[in-house]
């Protein structure tokens, strides 16, 4: 024995490793496969060998070959083997082959679930560690049911390099199997909070993944992930957030308003360009999801278009790369703001990256206007011209005819332009995109019907000059514009100049070298337009050129009966039989050109392409009745025949036309012809004789010669389409120039009546509207069934895989949801204490009473989290508005508990807070044993947190929590207070008001005024308008001049109210301030619409530029110390409220925070949003109160004291 | 995947990502051969190797190519002064690296203190086993190691797959 293994160990020696092997390929260039084969049948003797070492050795070498393309899969009951070894160095070898190669389709995969399982309960971390990685590789659905609670457990282990695989692999197995993220779940979450930061950025990994699938059902935990957003440090985290975020706002507006704020800090902060970049992008998010166009909004979008304008310009192309995907999404909403950078987008797409181009590319979509297509369009054409490589230059092709098709030709004004470019993208060799131009010219000529002369003549063109012929050999090449040329020469070929010419082209023997389509074409409009030239010649009596069209096509088209192309072939023997026919009555002089055009009369009209889709469902239709009742023999028969005759019948529904009467066809008819003769530029069905062909007879004698030309021509006769932008910029002055004659004209007009009025002359500018189009652009619209149904839902893939995880993670959990635990798993196994109270499985408890009472305050801590979850609406309505004021406080209530539990140690959560203490008072009710513990709880913190306070005042927290905390006392009601006053009022509405500055702006304030609709009216149309003063102005919108209103963006109905921003400018904040103002409305009720105004006076006070602004007590006593401030003070009588409250009024009403309170005397501290200090020092004496103050700027402190008496006198 | 699949990926974004010039953008926008327009491909280009992550768009861009430096550093910290010799003999270990730092297609870990730190634990547990070659094999493996071969052709290093669950590699 002892022999065996000395002998084993030696024989190892000589043994190829893992480094041998590579070098041995290496040295074995040229005979490489030959010398992996011979190592191959050494390796598949080393795994004959007991020697687990041997073993892992050929597996390690067998994980190498894999990678170089070579299958092992033979091998792997081998590494199940080695697997299993109990050595890590072993295993993991083990491990990585399975990664590598096992696969859903592994049969033996399923003998390593027990493996698996002892190895993740392993006393070892790294057995543990090793385990999760390779499953995480090759889980099946399978191990995922088996294993999840297993891995679940793991989630809690002690060690967080465990967990935090633990957490991660997590989503893998709910890929696996749905029904493991509910019980799960509740987990996860906790994770979110895991004190390790690997863990929790595991957590927030999963979580974002599975929200990016279906955000919906995680809306909930958006309050947590703002809290980690506000707190986390770890960039990797925040950007995942921040992607999280930008998924979620489109569910939810107001979380996007919460959102800006902070984002916009970041975007101002970090010096990290991932972490920039990504803000941006959630920025963007947030933006389009807020339809309102409030003012300051713009300021966020301007702050991103520059932000990415720096990106774009940096001369790392990764960030140009970045900035010009990010501008994409702004260009979506706000394309005006994009459009100021023309000049950069265009320079990038002469950038030497080809994915900038194209991004660059992407970007010009959106940023044409009628003023700026074809000079836009000239620009990539000539692109075209220089362009290397296909893919590029058929990337520029495609983005021009996306560029000026976009929105149904909106920005196009003349189309002949357009058609010149068309053609001239058909002198493009080897595209593939010979379709997308045929498709447009065909559009375009039946739906603008101005153009059907210009495009006959072009196409005709095309047709004669042949070198497209020529590059027939490639499928979907630029032959494919012969298909839509050919077509638009019969369809409309009473526009043809020379239409034998024509005919003649269209009959050449080369022809024959086209794909079988497109000759079909050929054939079937050749003889549209024989029939027209039949017509014309008949009409002008001369019977004998008539014949010899007739005699030209029976020599032509048996060339088309001998094609192999079957379609071609049927169509050419019957027209060949029908012209001979014509030839037979011919020969009898009968006329016979009015039968052969009546075979191809009648108009095409578009038709939508979901027209067929919308005819609706008649009414007495009942689509799940049966017509037939299915016969019940047998069950199995029973069951075959009823799911073929649904497939049949659903069928039915949908080829279905539409039931029209004769009645409505005649009506349609008689309006469609009414519409015709109204319309000059479509050409009536009565032939119009065009007699300028009768002096041409002697075309047919000249003998058809066909030149093969391998060089394309420069086709002549077609025109440039650059001659068209010279001659557009002449019309477009031309235009300007009569428009202002015009307006002259009406100007001296006028003068001439009025005499004295004279206005400014307007410089010509031009703007989008002025522009009229070329021709009269009628573009036809699409046909759709008459009532239609709108809806316009695009049914969601069956087959997602991520749809099995869209499920409700708030409903509680059920008994039949519970994991699959392993029956005869001993309970020893579990290491960690936490294992018992897995949330979901809600054993009976037998425990000892100290884990009972963890599990129960862990149970209340879920319950807690779970209302947080429910009261997101909450969350967000209490949402601060943008600038950091105080939020308003509705009730003595809440800011007795904020004072309370507002924590000393997570000032970054003060916002988060609030609502969650709000639930725990809503919990209180009904649950009473619960709550009494959780209000001694509460007393005990207040206790410590008012001990803190006497020995260090400074309030911490951000300003939010400043006068709240300052100001309350659990012992006297506060009456309560808010921040809004009434604006004015009338029988239809009620506005109320309040000012909120911000320190990041100093010369800017926001007015929030809620609107309340007192009528039972339908308000609609409101505007806000007021006058502005030299020093405060409101913001407007850009463009609006300042007599303009600003529109209020929402309407109300009755009864209900809505808050709207308005953000005004000022310049001197040390004076108050009052502007008077209206609001206009349309108050619409049954009986009709009246319009109806609101005068109100806005009021400025001083206060309202003062921001709360914590500052502890020796800033405050070096500030009193540095006698840069003046001083004034005031005195009031009558005082009968506490201490407590008047502090709490002077902090809430006028933005102070409490510096040091020492009994009946208190400093405070505010600041204005100018960088003005103010200190205040306030005595109480028996019933009065005085006000010492301090500030750097003398007006203002006098503003603000008497601001100060009036609030005083009222308590 | 199949080998066949896997190898072809391989290559052609090899050959992809060679013909790119230095002073162009690091991503490539994903074709049909990596799953779509979802997807991209995002590499950095150290010396004579490449490592290329291909990632879908729930991946920050910019922070990819942070992790690429952090997977390169960690290298570089495990192997003492990486050169391509390392990567292409110690393929495994290669692995067991990249193994710490992205898991089963999802980031696990960027601090790279931790990734080596965990790193070195696992090594030591296999010094601590005997490893895999016992000290008489190691001897060996020295003498064979004095004629290593003269310097090595290009050789490119693509880890390939972020969400897909084999990782697969090549030299």
Redesign the interface.
Known sequence: MALKMVKG??D???DK????L??GI??HKEDEAKYISQCIDEIKQELKQDNI?VK??AV?KL??L??????ISWAAFNIIEVMSAS????K??GY?AA???F?EGTDVIMLTTNQIRKDLSSP?Q?DT?VA??G?????TSDLARDLANDIMTLMSHTKP?IR??AV??M??VFLKYPESLRPAFPRLKEKLEDPD??VQ??AV??I??LA?RNPKNYLSLAPLFFKLMTCST???VL?KII?LFGALTPLEPRLGKKLIEPLTNLIHSTSA??LL??CVNTVIAVLISLSSGMPNHSASIQLCVQKLRILIEDSD??L???GLLAMSKILRTHPKSVQAHKDLILQCLDD?????R?RALDLLYGMVSKKNLMEIVKKLMTHVDKAEGTTYRDELLTKIIDICSQSNYQYITNFEWYISILVELTRLEGTRHGHLIAAQMLDVAIRVKAIRKFAVSQMSALLDSGHLVASSTQRNGICEVLYAAAWICGEFSEHLQEPHQTLEAMLRPKVTTLPGHIQAVYVQNVVKLYASILLQKEQAGETEAAQEVTQVMVERLPQFVQSADLEVQERASCILQLVKHVQKLQAKAVPVAEELSALFAGELNPVAPKAQKKVPVPEGLDLDTWINEPPSDSESEDEKSKTIFREEEQKHTQHRQPEVDEAELARRREARKQEQANNPFYIKSSPSPQKRYQDAPGVEHIPVVQIDLSVPLKVPGLPTSDQYVKLEEERRHQQRLEKDKKKKRKREREREKKGKHRRQRSLPTESEEDIAPAQQVDIVTEEMPENALPSDEDDKDPNDPYRALDVDLDRPLADSEKLPVQKHRNAETSKSPQKEDVPLVEKKSKKPKKKEKKHREREKEREKEEQRGEDLDFWLSTTPPPAAAPAPVPSVEELGTNAITAPKDECEGHRTEKPEDQDDDAERDPERKPSRHKKQHRKEKAGRSKGKKAKQQPPTCAEAAGPVENGAAEEEPLPPMSSYCLLAENAYIKMTYDIQASLQKESQVTVSIILENQSSSFLKNMELNVLDSLNTKMARPEGSSVHDGVPVPFQLPPGVSNEAQFVFTIQSIVMAQKLKGTLSFIAKDAEGATHEKLDFRLHFSCSAYLVTTPCYSDAFAKLLESGDLSMSSIKVDGISMSFQNLLAKICFHHHFSVVERVDSCASMYSRSIQGHHVCLLVKKGEKSVSVDGKCSDSTLLGNLLEEMQVTLAQC | MPEEIQQQIVRETFHLVLKRDDNICNFLEGGSLIGGSDYKLIYRHYATLYFVFCVDSSESELGILDLIQVFVETLDKCFENVCELDLIFHMDKVHYILQEVVMGGMVLETNMNEIVAQIEAQNRLEKSEGGLSAAPARAVSAVKNINLPEIPRNINLGDLNIKVPNLSQFV
């Not at chain 1, 894999?66 to 299958?71: A, I």
């Not at chain 1, 030497?352 to 900038?356: F, Q």
């Open positions: 160990s030696i190892r020696m000589f490793n893992l480094q041998d590579v070098r290496r040295n070492a892992a050795n390690c994980t190498y894999q990678m170089l393309g070579y299958d050595k890590f160095t072993f993991r070898i990585l990664s590598q190669c696969h070892s790294y560690g999760l990685t499953l995480s590789c090759f889980v390099y935090k695989k991660l692999i989503y893998k930061p690997g950025s595991a990994n999963v974002c993944e990016r770890n960039n990797w950007i992607k360009m991932s970049y990504e192309q990764n140009k790369y970045l030497k990256d080809e994915s900038i194209l």
